[in-house]
């Protein structure tokens, strides 16, 4: 094994750097991660060109990306416990997917609710583990950081998707509820969907809104090559909205894909621009769910009328990020899709470890569906 190893840190924004670094040591009950790829999300790319992207918390240089890693246990500790997050048993050339937080295990959403993606961090003076990013050739995973242990039987192309496949998950699972059925409320068989947003967030919610019996799913977003690719996913419309770029004739073209052209039961936004906020409102049926995903990170604000939100007595959620469950239910979803869907067809660029600023720039400038590093 290497003792000199390669890692991307950001030491500014939009600045970044290849280092030779020391492979850290492995404390008994931690170990270490083989990184065999890392995909890029949208909020790599917020975080890496935004001098703020959190307003309410400083960012500190330097620091290392990538959350959505796939890899092989490369070492443990002499006092590793031997089970992933779930009880499942573990060793040394296993495949794993690390969940991208490590809890703090004291704030009150740790503790008393165990609702793992609200954990509120805090001020324990702890300090953060050697190479904890995923854009390296390892990581180092200490033994607060769950990881979920992934079937053998599920390429590595597909296992890197199971951390944005879970944020989009549970965007859906969050749509069903509260819901009364026979008012048509919440997702479900027969309901109508838009999603806001053809990138790999936006698209995973088109499958898994298909897989939860939506009868029409229509999808805003662009480029071409996407909202295709959204299409393969199960969208039976889709709006382009480098062509059509009149909000108000979007909202138009939705309503008419509606009964009476009264609005989509539910409006998922996943595209993380403040305007698409104000304009999925008015997409939204009275009565209507409406799911906010899209702002992980600072986008800016927008005005809203609160009172369509009264007229239309909608039910607005908030979806942040995944939980650790989710990525153990994804993983049962994408065990089943892998030779039904083309689940690979989302990764469209891969980047040496040392191109990371390219696959970054790419993804900024929409220029793939899903970029990944291949350290």
Not at 157 to 172: G, K, M
Not at 264 to 280: H, L, R, T
């Amino acid at each position: 094994m290497p003792k000199i190893i390669k890692a991307a840190y950001v030491t500014g924004p939009g600045r970044l750097e290849i280092r030779e670094i020391d492979l850290p040591r492995v404390s008994e009950k931690d170990l270490l991660l083989k990184v065999e790829m890392c995909g890029v999300c949208g909020t790599d790319v917020h975080m890496f060109y935004s001098e703020k992207p959190y307003p309410w918390k400083k960012q500190e240089y330097p620091f290392m990306l990538g959350h959505e890693v796939v890899g092989r246990i490369e070492e443990v500790g002499s006092k590793f416990e031997g089970k992933d997050f779930f009880g499942q048993p573990i060793e040394v050339g296993d495949r794993v997917v690390p969940w991208p937080v490590i809890p703090c295990g004291e704030c009150y959403f740790c503790k008393y609710i165990q609702q793992l993606n609200l954990c509120d961090f805090p001020p324990l003076k702890r300090k953060v583990p050697p190479l904890d990013g995923g854009f390296a050739e390892f990581q180092y995973i200490p033994k607060e950081k769950p990881i979920i242990k992934v079937p053998e039987d599920i390429p590595v192309e597909i296992a890197v998707l199971v951390e944005p496949f879970a944020t989009a998950l549970r965007a859906i699972e969050r749509s069903f509820q509260p819901g009364v059925p026979d008012r048509c409320e919440g997702m479900g068989p027969g309901k109508i969907v838009v999603v806001q947003g053809s990138g790999p967030i936006g698209l995973l919610c088109t499958l898994l809104a298909k897989l939860s019996g939506a009868s029409k799913v229509i999808v805003t977003g662009a480029p071409e090559a996407r909202l295709k690719l959204c299409e393969e996913f199960g969208a039976d419309t889709t709006i382009n909205i480098e062509e059509v770029k009149d909000p108000k004739e979007r909202i138009k073209l939705v309503k008419q894909e509606t009964p009476s052209q009264a609005g989509a039961d539910i409006v998922i936004e996943a595209a993380g621009k403040p305007q698409a906020f104000a304009e999925g409102l008015e997409m939204v049926r009275r009565g209507g769910t409406y799911v906010e995903i899209g702002h992980f990170t600072y986008q800016g604000e927008v005005s809203l009328n609160p009172q369509i939100i009264v007229h239309k007595d909608l039910r607005i959620i908030g979806s942040y990020g995944n939980t650790p469950q989710g990525f153990l239910t994804s993983l049962r979803i994408l065990q089943q899709l892998k030779e039904k869907v083309p689940l690979q067809k989302i990764i469209t660029h891969r980047f040496p470890l040392e191109k990371t600023k390219e696959a970054l720039e790419t993804a900024r400038n929409l220029e793939c569906v899903k970029a990944v590093i291949v350290p």
